[in-house]
């Protein structure tokens, strides 16, 4: 089938591609440096520790295993913190990817799937958000995977690689079996708060900002699950080892929810009427975030598995009681 080497594989995401791509039988090699992954969310594949800016390591790792294609994970994701620590983001999200595009040319590699972000868009002309929108970010964190994006389109344009660039929106939820799911401590996304605050592990739910120009106030998003997201990296994964052309491809629902929504969806599943505090607008938030993901569809024939808000929440409730009695760190 082929041998995939996937940076930050030990991370959220990295770790549902790891499984989907071992369940579909390919060789999976993890090069993960563990700063903000697991080793247990490793399911497939060998664990090898480092960090992509590391030349040397990468060098080997390319001469060791007969690698077919590289998905890129490895990154920091957090908005508002790029905001406060831009620095943090650039050398972690741009030079890190500029340090594996070096070391995948060096070593003869040209086949590369990229995590990029919705958050490329910055604030979208229209909403559902074609892949045509001008990339305008309004954060660091998008900054960083526009830049990276621009740099895969001019290497390509110079036949040194094959790419799909996939568009992230709001990816959430966990493996339905409870296996995998969110395991930083200090994580920021909604639904891993709600869940976090149903159970107890926090004292309220922050909703920040009531003053958005949406129907309730609060910002709206894309929920895409973490497995379906998994699927379309297959997808795009076929796609270049069939020999296709570089692409870029939204991923998500093409169906927004407000933040209340979520909020109240996260209560109704979780059967916990948690706290929740009112707060001012968090730095770095466009008001509404949906896909239009119909190029995904009509070109790579993705089909969404999972596209009912409950059962992402409802999977990232399952493994977050399994994570708590387990105590996984
Ligand atoms: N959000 C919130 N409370 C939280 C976490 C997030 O109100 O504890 C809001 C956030 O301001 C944004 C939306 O939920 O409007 C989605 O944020 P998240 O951090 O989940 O993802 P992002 O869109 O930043 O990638």
Redesign the pocket.
Known sequence: MGMILVTGGAGYIGSHVVKALGQAGYDVVVYDNLSTGHEWAVLYGKLIRGDVRDQEALDKVFKQHSIDAVMHFAAHIV?PESVRQPLKYYLNNVTGSLSLLEAMKRNGLRKFIFSSSA?VYGIPDKIPITEENRLDPINPYGQTKAVVEKVLADMAYAQDLDYVALRYF?VAGADPQARIGEGKEDA????T?CVRTAAGLRPC?????TDYPTPDG??I?DYIHVDDLAHAHLLALEHLLAGGKSRVYNCGYSRGYS?LQVVEAAKKVTGVDFPVKYSGR?EG?PPA?VADATKLQAELGFTPRYDNLDHIIETAWRWEQKRIRLALK
Do not use: K, P, Y
């Not at 920021?188 to 639904?191: A, D, E, Y």
């Not at 739910?205 to 900002?209: A, D, H, Q, R, T």
């Open positions: 908005v958050a709001n920021t996304h909604i639904i708060m739910l922050e909703i920040f900002g609060t910002c998003r933040v968090r938030d975030l």
